[in-house]
């Protein structure tokens, strides 16, 4: 059993409308970025494998996947209590984070059609999928008699810039960690049926492939910026992002391991085999990945989630907000702490085995 935070009761808008949960570092955010930069960026150093994905991509093999047949069709009164409101839980922060991916991919789509259309067409189809699989989570919201009004966290929402750069680096791994969440999940409901209470996770295989192939689109575009994978401040920026995303994702998951429980896996096995796939795959991308082999590295990734849920833990409590502000000071401060530390275990670099990387 893994400590993690009582999911609360979710709360309203208006009947049927559940409010978003409070904007946090862990909750899925809102991008913007510099569009005219984007338009901007010479991808013929890999135009080829661009096209390619792009070609994948116009494809569109779940077209017809995401059909709500007649096994949606009945009363999901029966899923109560904490299972409940996990699920709801999950059900949002996925809705939040596909929706979110739709806005930014639709407005670049919109933005580069004059002066980039390659890149726009990429972005149309990514919208495409985002906004599909957002309205498919929404609906299952609906079954569980809660939906999200997703107009109004698009006028609601706060929007973070990132520059070009950091948009590719974080989408591509966010897709990519995305992938082996849904793979994962999927090859244990195949294994262990008895925990498939909702026919929602009978679409992961054929999803997490939409996924990868964001991935692999963002790879492409990636590889074909020199200075995105070739220089020193490069590395630096990658061994950056590999370490926030792990441990963003470590705290959401033990922050949220009642409902990974409820569907029979292990927080900590699921949070380590999802981190380890993902940081093996990003070799293909990357200059360098992180030595999750390091005896050190899981460790102190827990050290972050445990200090994050004390944290929680202050800001629920009744104590006066100075003397909360007070007492979060030492839990932030190690998990600044542990995760210098792990960015200064060596890296190991990937470009010297590129052609041999599978």
């Given at each position: 059993m893994v400590d993690s935070v009582a999911t609360p009761e979710p709360q309203l808008l208006k009947p049927g409308i559940k409010a978003p949960v409070a904007e946090t570092l862990l909750t899925p955010r809102f991008y913007t970025t510099d569009f005219d930069a984007v338009a901007r960026l010479d991808i013929s150093a890999n135009e080829a494998e661009i096209k390619a994905v792009i070609d994948e991509l116009r494809a569109d093999y779940n077209r017809h996947h995401f059909v709500r047949d007649d096994e949606f069709k009945q009363s999901w009164d029966h899923i109560t209590g904490e299972k409940r409101r996990a699920f709801i839980d999950f059900l949002e922060r996925s809705c939040?984070?596909?929706?979110?991916?739709?806005?930014?991919?639709?407005?670049?789509?919109?933005?580069?059609k004059k002066n980039n259309p390659l890149l726009s067409q990429a972005f149309e189809y990514l919208a495409r999928d985002e906004a599909r699989h957002a309205g498919f989570l929404n609906k299952s919201m609906a079954d569980l008699n809660l939906s999200l009004d997703l107009n109004f966290l698009t006028k609601n929402r706060t929007y973070t810039f990132f520059p070009p750069e950091w948009i590719i680096y974080t989408v591509y791994l966010s897709e990519k960690i995305g992938y082996w969440r849904y793979i994962l999940v999927h090859q244990h409901m195949q294994e262990h049926p008895e925990y498939q209470f909702y026919p929602l996770f009978r679409k992961f295989e054929s999803w997490c492939q939409d996924e990868n192939r964001h991935g692999d689109f963002f790879k492409a575009l990636l590889r074909s910026q020199t200075k995105l994978w070739k220089s020193w401040t490069a590395k630096l920026w990658v061994r950056f992002f590999l370490l926030t995303v792990f441990a963003t994702h470590t705290m959401t998951v033990f922050e949220r391991a009642s409902f990974y429980e409820t569907i029979g896996i292990h927080p900590r096995k699921y949070n380590n085999r999802v981190i380890q796939e993902t940081n093996n795959?990003?070799?293909?991308?990357?200059?360098?990945?992180?030595?999750?082999?390091?005896?050190?590295?899981?460790?102190?990734?827990?050290?972050?989630?445990?200090?994050?849920?004390?944290?929680?833990?202050?800001?629920?409590?009744?104590?006066?907000?100075?003397?909360?502000?007070?007492?979060?000071?030492?839990?932030?401060?190690?998990?600044?702490?542990?995760?210098?530390?792990?960015?200064?275990?060596?890296?190991?670099?990937?470009?010297?085995?590129?052609?041999?990387?599978?």
């Open positions: 939040t984070s596909e929706f979110s991916g739709f806005l930014l991919f639709k407005e670049l789509s919109r933005r580069l795959t990003s070799a293909r991308a990357f200059p360098l990945i992180l030595n999750t082999n390091h005896p050190l590295f899981f460790w102190r990734l827990e050290q972050c989630s445990e200090n994050n849920l004390k944290i929680a833990a202050i800001k629920n409590s009744n104590q006066p907000g100075i003397v909360k502000f007070f007492q979060q000071i030492p839990p932030v401060v190690a998990i600044l702490w542990h995760m210098l530390q792990l960015y200064l275990i060596k890296p190991i670099e990937t470009e010297a085995t590129r052609g041999t990387v599978l």
